[in-house]
């Protein structure tokens, strides 16, 4: 920690006035997003009848005067986390489904993307690129294109209205199996074939040298492909159009900000929490996966 702490000092004082200003604006840029989240959580504590007088404001304000500002609750109160969490915990239950859809695509993802990446960018088969191709043009599509054959799909399978649905189709996301792939490619042959002289196999190759190596990429890509499942909207409002109980909480964010104004910055908080989390957990692999990326 000490000698990050020094190369950090070093860097500083190397910086040129240009370099300066760059990073005063970024600091300004980055207090400016921040602000939204602080007020969330700060909001969160507040009691529900200022909450609601508060938001009440809402098209109903002189138009030459700014609206009311308030940075502090006049009694700090739990009054919001109570309600969403013990006294009407359907918002905790989509909560837990959030937990459950974001745990299983992470863990199907562990299990298939690394290998496909693995296979497409080591091995030599006949069909390979026909794969990568259908891998790309499967990344570049919106999912308002892929929908109709996906409940198609589905509907065939009989998974329509259960979780499988939403998890299944989420497992094999084309976008981090090219993610994975391109960084694979770029590593040495050197590295497997002197662990084949030590008699190491394919699969123990895989394991004890690739995914070591892609340490990185492996941590950006779960931080990312996190907030790809916990933010999901459209997949379970048309998957689980049958099954409300199987929502998660992503789907009735819109239903707490604007109909449970008394719940409303709880939830928010709530929603935010574990993503917030994800990130900085993963932050030096996110800066260090986009680093090997621009580098490769």
Same mark, same amino acid.
């Given at each position: 920690?000490?000698?990050?702490?020094?190369?950090?000092?070093?860097?500083?004082?190397?910086?040129?006035?240009?370099?300066?200003?760059?990073?005063?604006?970024?600091?300004?840029?980055?207090?400016?997003?921040?602000?939204?989240?602080?007020?969330?959580?700060?909001?969160?504590?507040?009691?529900?009848?200022?909450?609601?007088?508060?938001?009440?404001?809402?098209?109903?304000?002189?138009?030459?005067?700014?609206?009311?500002?308030?940075?502090?609750?006049?009694?700090?109160?739990?009054?919001?986390?109570?309600?969403?969490?013990?006294?009407?915990?359907?918002?905790?239950?989509?909560?837990?489904?959030?937990?459950?859809?974001?745990?299983?695509?992470?863990?199907?993802? @562990?299990? /298939?993307? !690394?290998?496909?990446?693995?296979?497409?960018?080591? %091995?030599?088969? #006949?069909?390979?690129? &026909?794969?990568?191709?259908?891998?790309?043009?499967?990344?570049?599509?919106?999912?308002?294109?892929?929908?109709?054959?996906?409940?198609?799909?589905?509907?065939?399978?009989?998974?329509?209205?259960?979780?499988? @649905?939403? /998890?299944? !189709?989420?497992?094999?996301?084309?976008?981090?199996? %090219?993610?994975? #792939?391109?960084?694979? &490619?770029?590593?040495?042959?050197?590295?497997?074939?002197?662990?084949?002289?030590?008699?190491?196999?394919?699969?123990?190759?895989?394991?004890?040298?690739?995914?070591?190596?892609?340490?990185?990429?492996?941590? @950006?890509?779960?931080?990312?492909?996190?907030?790809?499942?916990?933010?999901?909207?459209?997949?379970?409002?048309?998957?689980?159009?049958?099954?409300?109980?199987?929502?998660?909480?992503?789907?009735?964010?819109?239903?707490?900000?604007?109909?449970?104004?008394?719940?409303?910055?709880?939830?928010?908080?709530?929603?935010?929490?574990?993503?917030?989390?994800?990130?900085?957990?993963?932050?030096?692999?996110?800066?260090?996966?986009?680093?090997?990326?621009?580098?490769?």
């Amino acid at each position: 920690m000490h000698t990050a702490h020094r190369r950090r000092r070093h860097r500083l004082n190397r910086l040129s006035l240009g370099g300066w200003i760059a990073m005063i604006l970024l600091v300004i840029l980055s207090a400016l997003i921040l602000v939204p989240i602080i007020c969330t959580f700060l909001y969160s504590f507040f009691p529900t009848s200022e909450i609601k007088a508060w938001l009440g404001q809402r098209n109903n304000y002189d138009a030459t005067r700014w609206m009311d500002v308030i940075y502090s609750p006049a009694q700090f109160s739990l009054r919001q986390y109570y309600t969403i969490l013990i006294e009407n915990p359907t918002y905790l239950q989509y909560f837990c489904n959030s937990v459950m859809y974001a745990a299983a695509i992470l863990l199907g993802q @562990a299990m /298939i993307i !690394p290998l496909t990446a693995y296979a497409l960018s080591r %091995f030599t088969f #006949r069909g390979r690129d &026909v794969i990568f191709f259908f891998i790309l043009v499967l990344m570049i599509l919106p999912f308002q294109v892929t929908m109709a054959p996906s409940v198609m799909v589905l509907r065939w399978l009989g998974l329509m209205n259960t979780i499988w @649905a939403v /998890i299944l !189709p989420m497992c094999f996301s084309p976008f981090y199996i %090219f993610l994975l #792939r391109q960084f694979m &490619v770029s590593i040495p042959n050197e590295l497997l074939e002197a662990g084949m002289v030590d008699g190491v196999g394919p699969f123990r190759g895989f394991i004890h040298v690739i995914l070591p190596v892609c340490r990185p990429i492996l941590g @950006a890509a779960a931080a990312l492909s996190f907030a790809d499942c916990w933010n999901m909207v459209e997949q379970p409002l048309v998957y689980l159009a049958n099954a409300s109980s199987l929502q998660p909480l992503s789907t009735m964010f819109n239903q707490i900000s604007t109909e449970g104004a008394e719940v409303a910055f709880a939830g928010s908080a709530l929603y935010i929490l574990p993503t917030l989390m994800i990130y900085l957990y993963f932050q030096e692999d996110i800066v260090a996966g986009i680093q090997l990326s621009e580098l490769k």
